[in-house]
């Protein structure tokens, strides 16, 4: 292994080599840290099932309250 590949790593995003030291992708212009769209939309349908599951059960615990008081 030469010197310089040894200072270089795949860009998780684009897959290209880049310096392990650079924070941003001269081929694609991402940053290193910032998260794939995948993710993003992942993480923003896990909130929307985690709201509705607990719309439904706090639905669910007031129809029982009104019931047990009627």
Do not use: Q
Not at 11 to 25: D, I, L, N, Q, V
Not at 52 to 60: D, I, S
């Amino acid at each position: 292994m030469a010197f310089h590949e040894s200072h270089e790593r795949h860009f998780p995003h684009c897959g290209e080599r880049m310096s392990a030291t650079a924070p941003k992708c001269l081929n694609c212009g991402r940053y290193i840290d910032e998260p794939d769209e995948d993710d993003a939309e992942d993480e923003a349908r896990s909130r929307k099932g985690w709201f509705g599951m607990l719309v439904v059960v706090a639905g669910a615990i007031g129809l029982v309250a009104v019931l047990a008081l009627a």
